[in-house]
């Protein structure tokens, strides 16, 4: 087959689509842009239960996600799980006394860490750690105490 | 009773026949790899005939494969009250599962049976017997090009696919639909990771089908019987072949990938 | 590649066949078949349709192997040649298939030209020069730009001898050059194939049926029926010979030793037990 100009003119169109579609899934689909790895600091949460979170896990504070989870890990000399998280460089002005907590997005059962902003002038820097923590609500844990409760108060009265 | 048995035994040898002289071709196609640089004209015409050609197909398949996943993502959802969670509904599908193996399908229907005819053709009119006796190898010359061009095209393809896939569902759940655009693309975002459902999904899935189907086109076609009527028969071999192989490799690298 | 593309003295034949046998699965194609291709002459191999002729030509040209006996081309044993020598063989053979075998995707001066384009790396104008030239000697220098699909059956078959010949071979093997042609093509083949034979020296084998076109040219023929050789010699003491297979063929009679009722039952049995059940 002779190689027309058409022809190459078609197969560096077809390349050129194909990988605009790969960058196009990359970034759009991916969100290849939000977090470049060695960007933000870390940060540690102890925590009793984790629940269901997971690495790649959000951050959010204040319903806005400013990081991810990046390490889930379990100390056994305290007998807590630890987590460690990504911040984005571009929030720096979170207080030390910050709480963190594991709440529930949605009705997809997604789980990310909260963050409730303290009041401290002293804000946090690479690897300092969130020391009020709250850990998941466990359902079975609710029903436990429910019914506990409930059996008191049935008996009390 | 015997005779049964003895069916089912010659035809189980004459798979394994089969699929030994295919091991080999493949090997052999594999070892002439190298002739890629030597006459890359001849692969880049064969990049245009099998990629190019078959991306006005693709790109209408993958469109309307998007806006379907669309409504029906969007119909079962809605049921839920979670249809804003559209995006990852369309979006897993599509590059973990739909993009590389549709993709496949057609590709083997496409570009594959057409491979296989034109081999298959080359050798009924001893085109192929002409370049042995001329001392011109023809699986460095006919096979080794074309091979190369299924291998860099399949993944091209499914990549593109997925995306115009992707706007599909997007037009379709928010531009008709009305679903919200910035809770499709963030619930997406959130849940949509490079490496394993871009990265193993689309990429390694496509690399793996496009190497499997072009080699089952382009050996079915070099071993058919040179008469029309054995053309037919090879090409008809290379749709079901193919698509039955990706099929299954679906499930296995499927199960590898996403544990 | 041996030094030498053949080690041969000018007297010995360029082809031997040693005791050639051949099947393919249950059916026997050659059993002990000698054969000595001269060298500088057209020789003819003729028989029965089916008959293995093409097998033959397979044979020489290395893409079968023998299941017994020997195949010497240009002094080597075939089989015995790795794949480079193998190839290096092939490019000082030219063969004309039956069909012509163009390649369908080039038009007729690129097909000529292909040959030139993969052995050697001579500049375009000289591949340009000799196309032409080969192209003059069949006659279709100006249907150069033509391509296969628009040429009539002997015309792609002139084109494939101009592509045969483009390299100018120590051989040329001719696979059924005359079936179904027309007289004047017929002709014209039958001229251009003596004329190539003595103008550039070569050695021709032409496979054939057709006795008349080919005993017209050819120096030795060689009659091959049920896999073996039954007779061989100049074409004159072929058609005169009374050997009742060879009288058949030569003379082109419907019955004999290849008889022509299909064996089974007797006439008039066939018939009778007809009436009676």
Known sequence: ?157 | MTDFFAAVGRRSLAIFERLGRGTLFLLQVCARLGFLFARPSLTLAQVWAVGVQSLVIIGVSGAFVGMVLGLQGYNTLVTFGTEESLGVVVAKSLCRELGPVLTALLFAGRAGSALTAEIGLMKATEQIPALEMMGVDPLRRLIVPRYVAGLISMPLLAMIFTAIGVLGGYFCGVGLLGVDEGAFWSQMQLHMALGTDIGNGVVVKSIVFGAVVTWIALFEGFDAVPTSEGVSQATTRTVVNSSLAVLALDFVLTGLMFD | MPAQPHNLSAHDPLVTLEDVSFARGARVIFDGVNIEIPRGRITAILGPSGGGKTTLLRLIGGQLAPAKGKVNVFGHDVQALNTADLFAMRRRIGMLFQSGALLTDLDVFENVAFPLREHTRLPESMIRTIVLMKLEVVGLRNARHLYPRELSGGMARRVALARAIALDPLMVLYDEPFAGQDPISMGILVRLIKKLNEALNLTSVIVSHDVIETASIADQMYLIADGKVVESGPPAAMKSSSTPAVAQFMKGLPDGPMPFHFPGVDYLTDLVDGVSS
């Not at chain 1, 579609?21 to 759009?28: Q, R, T």
């Not at chain 1, 909260?114 to 009020?132: H, R």
């Open chain 1, 1 to 157: 087959m002779k190689i027309t100009r058409t022809m190459e003119i078609g197969v560096g169109f077809f390349v050129s689509l194909g990988l605009a579609a790969l960058l196009m899934l990359a970034l759009k689909v991916a969100n290849l842009t939000s977090f470049g790895n060695s960007d933000g600091y870390r940060v540690l949460a102890r925590f009793d239960n984790i629940g269901g979170l997971q690495e790649r896990s959000a951050v959010k504070m204040g319903g806005v996600l400013i990081g991810r989870v990046t390490r889930i890990d379990y100390d056994s000399d305290s007998y807590r799980a630890v987590v460690e998280m990504q911040i984005d460089p571009r929030f720096r002005e979170i207080p030390v006394d910050t709480a963190a907590s594991i709440y529930t997005a949605g009705l997809l059962g997604e789980q990310y860490v909260n963050l409730d902003p303290g009041g401290d002038e002293e804000v946090l820097a690479e690897g300092s750690e969130l020391e009020i923590t709250q850990s998941a609500v466990i359902m079975e844990r609710m029903l436990q105490e429910f019914l506990y409760s409930k059996t008191v108060k049935d008996e009390n009265s």
